[in-house]
């Protein structure tokens, strides 16, 4: 079983920039592939950026491309989402997702075992 916890969610203003985290726990994070996910009130949960388990391949949304950055640091069993250029419409809360046998394709949650509580963004215009 592994736990995922996010932190680094918080108030920024239109235009700013935020580094989200997760943490996970267990001795095998470095095998998983992981994924960041977004979910409005009302909304279906919303893909945004994966890592491969290496850290070599990334893939986002067209949405985020160009804004964010998915990072991981397999020592600290940790990965991250920096977060620029954000827009009030981003205001949701913010998903890790693990994916213990790297499947393919990552976009759908379906391909994740694995889900963090959640970190809310809140963007001000």
């Known amino acids: 079983q592994v736990q995922l916890v996010e932190s680094g969610g918080g108030l920024v203003q239109a235009g700013g920039s935020l580094r989200l985290s997760c943490e996970a726990s267990?001795?095998?994070?470095?095998?998983?592939?992981m994924g960041w996910f977004r979910q409005a009130p009302g909304k279906e949960r919303e893909f945004v950026a994966a890592?491969?388990?290496?850290?070599?391949?990334?893939y986002y949304a067209d949405s985020v491309k160009g804004r964010f950055t998915i990072s991981r640091d397999n020592a600290k069993n940790t990965v991250y989402l920096q977060m620029g250029s954000l827009k009030p419409e981003e205001t949701t809360v913010y998903y890790c997702?693990?994916?213990?046998?790297?499947?393919?394709?990552?976009?759908?949650?379906?391909?994740?075992?694995?889900w963090g509580q959640g970190t809310q963004v809140t963007v001000s215009s």
């Open positions: 267990g001795r095998t994070f470095g095998t998983y592939d």
């Open positions: 890592i491969s388990w290496t850290g070599g391949s990334t």
């Open positions: 997702a693990a994916d213990s046998v790297r499947r393919r394709p990552w976009s759908p949650e379906t391909s994740y075992d694995y």
